[in-house]
Structures are given as structure tokens and as C-alpha cells.
């Protein structure tokens, strides 16, 4: 069965499979401190409502009629700062086949041993770690309060706990953060061994902490040029570790790649529990309430909004979605009347078209967007 065997996590056949599953999203939206740079429905100064929120998620899935599920995501916000108790209930809620990919969000500082064996009991097969960086003055400028002892020590309480499926997130282009920084943080995830490592590039989003001391002059946004060779030494270090980029931020071992993520940009259904929670369901994108008391308020209703995905906003998903992925997309699957603009990206280097597919190379995942605007250049049309 594909969904088990550590197939290479690059390989088309593992793309389809997935995209072919079902999945369920479970939002936690609390978190002890918002950090800077978050634009996520999280929300500080809420614990009190943790009790109140996990039960009426509970009705809410338990109202949903869904009877099972392929993958599993409970994120946030910070998942493990609900304790072991409260998210035991949670992820026991949850209905899903026995052999469900179950992947839980936690912060360093708040996966301790108690958590973790909580998680683990309920049917926590996959845990990722928000790590971030390894260097103390970066962890500072992204707001985060933990330090790499503490990543360790997360590590340490999943894998005691009987989760061996561990993903690290890094985030790189943090105010004050150097290449060699960088190449630190690299270093000290992959020593860490966990079979999946994300390496995300810090966005400054309206809004948010980071975004106003941007427009007030206290620091700057990230160089596009800075960005860009980070990823590039990523791809380098991580490939040299033996870690296989199967999207444009993530890299895995093989049998370890996230079967929910591939779920999500192979354009397959789910359905999202909780506060801010989207769901994409026969047709249809809903979502629920952003605000947790909102979304408590309103447990009767269906949703907070819907929209039907219209054949445009289908082409565009499958094609931005896919090229995401470095198994692409089938050529037969994009739209009619690209060949000109296929021949001009792979002059270019950034995609190859081979065995029917098209595929973006390690340039062309630098340079995602305009892939995407060749490609759906002649989609108003010919689609």
C-alpha cells in the first residue's frame, strides 16, 4: 500500500495517491504569545475558553456526520498548549481509518513528556515542532520564547512517547538573521534527525507586529536576493543530508513525506473543525467563524461564508497547486493551448516536461509565480 511504503517522496504516484485522499483539519487557536510575524487566527489571553472550545468542537465534529477520515492536522495556534488532557479529548474525537496519517502542531516549550504520551494514546502519529532557528537573537526577533534546548527536549518527548514521524519548521529571513545563521539552524535540525524538515520564508503580513515595525522604520523586510540565496543553500544542505524536496518548502525521507500537505496541493477534499477552519467539500470552499467566541456562538450554524469554485478558480488551483509540488502536474491536466508557454519555461529552466508531466526544476521552484502566469496566461480562454 503506497500510504505506508517509504516510497521516495517526489515520486507521481505518491502525488496522485494523495490527492485522492480525504483529510481533516482541527484548528486550536490559542497560544500563550502571538508572535510577531503570525497572520493565523491565534489568538493570546484566551485559555479560559480552552475547556469551552474543545467540547464544542467536539460537537462539531461529532455533528458533521463524517464517519471517517485519510489524514489527520490539528494546528493553530499552538495545539499543545491545551495540555494533555484537553488534547487527548480533542484527537480522540476525531474519526478516522486506522492506518490516518495523525499530525499534531506544538510548540517546543509546551510538547513536555506528559503532553506527548496524551497525544500519542489518543492516536498522535506525527508531530511538528515549530522550531524556527537554532540561534537565540533570531528566535528573539521572531518573537519566540523557547531557545534549542527546548526543541531538543521536544524532540526527546515525542520520540519517547512512541512518535517517531517528527517534522522541524524553520523559518529563514528574520530580522537580524545571517547566512551563517542560517547554516546553523540547518545544522542543528538535521542533527536532530527528524524524517521531514519545512523551511518556510519569512513573509510580512498586513497587520501584523512585524508588519508595522517594518512601516515604522525599526527594521526591515526581508531582501528578495537574501531570500533567495537561503532557500538555494537549504535545497543544498538538506539534499546532502539525504532529505528529497518533494514541495517548494519541504524535504523529507523516504515514507516520511506529509500525506495531508500533499492532500491539500493535489487539490483533494477535506473538512476543517474549529475556529477560522476551511473546508473544501464537493465542489464547495466554507469556512467557520475566525474568532473563537464567533465560532462558539455560532455552532449551529453551518458555516460563516461558502463560495463555489467556479472552473477558473478550478484551473488556477490545479495549476498553482501543483507546481508547488516537485512532481507537478499532468500536461493533460493543464490548460488547453499552453504549449507556447511550456516551450518558453523549460528554455528557460524552469520546468522540465517529461513522461507526460510538467515539473518545476529547483530554479523553477524560486520562481513559482511566473510559472504560474505563463501557464494560466491562455486559461480565460481555452480552459
Same mark, same amino acid.
Given at each position: ?8 517522496? %517526489? ?44 467540547? #464544542?468542537?467536539?460537537?462539531?465534529? !461529532? *455533528? ?32 478516522? !481509518?486506522? &492506518?490516518? &496519517?495523525?499530525?499534531? @502542531?506544538?510548540?517546543? @516549550? /509546551?510538547?513536555?513528556? %506528559? ?17 524556527? /532557528? ?5 528566535? *528573539? ?67 501584523? *507586529? ?5 512601516? %515604522? ?11 533567495? &540565496? ?25 515514507? @516520511? ?10 487539490? #483533494? ?18 469556512? $467557520? ?21 467556479? /472552473? @477558473? ?25 499552453? &504549449? ?5 519555461? !523549460? ?16 530554479? #523553477?521552484?524560486?520562481?513559482? $509565480? ?10 480565460? /480562454?481555452?480552459?
Amino acid at each position: 500500500m503506497i500510504a505506508t511504503t517509504p516510497v521516495h517522496p %517526489d515520486a507521481p504516484e505518491l502525488a496522485d495517491y494523495c490527492a485522492g485522499l480525504f483529510g481533516i483539519y482541527v484548528h486550536v487557536p490559542f497560544c500563550t504569545a502571538k508572535c510577531g510575524y503570525c497572520d493565523f487566527a491565534s489568538f493570546d489571553g484566551m485559555s479560559d475558553l480552552a475547556g469551552t472550545y474543545v467540547e #464544542g468542537l467536539c460537537q462539531e465534529v !461529532s *455533528k458533521s456526520g463524517i464517519s471517517s477520515c485519510d489524514t489527520v492536522f490539528v494546528g493553530g495556534g499552538t495545539p499543545t498548549s491545551l495540555g494533555p488532557d484537553l488534547l487527548g479529548k480533542l484527537i480522540a474525537a476525531i474519526p478516522r !481509518s486506522d &492506518e490516518a &496519517e495523525v499530525t499534531v @502542531e506544538a510548540n517546543p @516549550e /509546551s510538547l513536555t513528556a %506528559d503532553v506527548a504520551i496524551a497525544a500519542a494514546a489518543a492516536g498522535a502519529n506525527r508531530i511538528s515542532i515549530g522550531m524556527q /532557528s537554532a540561534l537565540p537573537h533570531v528566535l *528573539k526577533s521572531l518573537g519566540r520564547r523557547h531557545n534549542f534546548g527546548a526543541v531538543a527536549a521536544a524532540v526527546d518527548a515525542a520520540r519517547g512517547a512512541g512518535i517517531g514521524r517528527l517534522n522541524l519548521d524553520l523559518i529563514y529571513g528574520a530580522p537580524g538573521e545571517a547566512l551563517a545563521d542560517w547554516r546553523q539552524s540547518l545544522d542543528a535540525a538535521i542533527a536532530l534527525d527528524p524524517g521531514h524538515i519545512s523551511a518556510y520564508s519569512l513573509t510580512v503580513e498586513a497587520g501584523t *507586529k512585524l508588519w508595522r515595525q517594518v512601516r %515604522d522604520g525599526h527594521c526591515r523586510a526581508p531582501d528578495d536576493d537574501s531570500q533567495a &540565496e537561503k532557500m538555494s543553500v537549504a535545497a543544498e544542505i538538506l539534499a546532502n543530508a539525504g532529505y528529497v524536496r518533494y514541495e517548494v518548502s519541504a524535504w523529507a525521507k523516504p515514507g @516520511e513525506a506529509c500525506r495531508h500537505n500533499l492532500m491539500y496541493w493535489g487539490g #483533494g477534499e477535506y473538512r476543517g473543525f474549529g475556529s477560522g477552519a476551511h473546508s473544501h467539500i464537493g465542489g464547495t470552499r466554507f469556512w $467557520n467563524h475566525r474568532d473563537p467566541r464567533s465560532y462558539l456562538s455560532d455552532l449551529g450554524v453551518l458555516s460563516a461564508g461558502s463560495e463555489r469554485i467556479t /472552473s @477558473e478558480i478550478e484551473v488556477f488551483d490545479r495549476v498553482s497547486l501543483g507546481m508547488r509540488r516537485a512532481a507537478g502536474v499532468s500536461i493533460s491536466e493543464l490548460p488547453r493551448g499552453c &504549449e507556447g508557454a511550456i516551450d518558453f519555461l !523549460s528554455g528557460a529552466g524552469l520546468v522540465l516536461a517529461t513522461d507526460g508531466r510538467l515539473r518545476p526544476t529547483a530554479k #523553477g521552484f524560486a520562481l513559482g $509565480n511566473e510559472i504560474v502566469i505563463r501557464l494560466l496566461s491562455v486559461a480565460g /480562454s481555452e480552459c
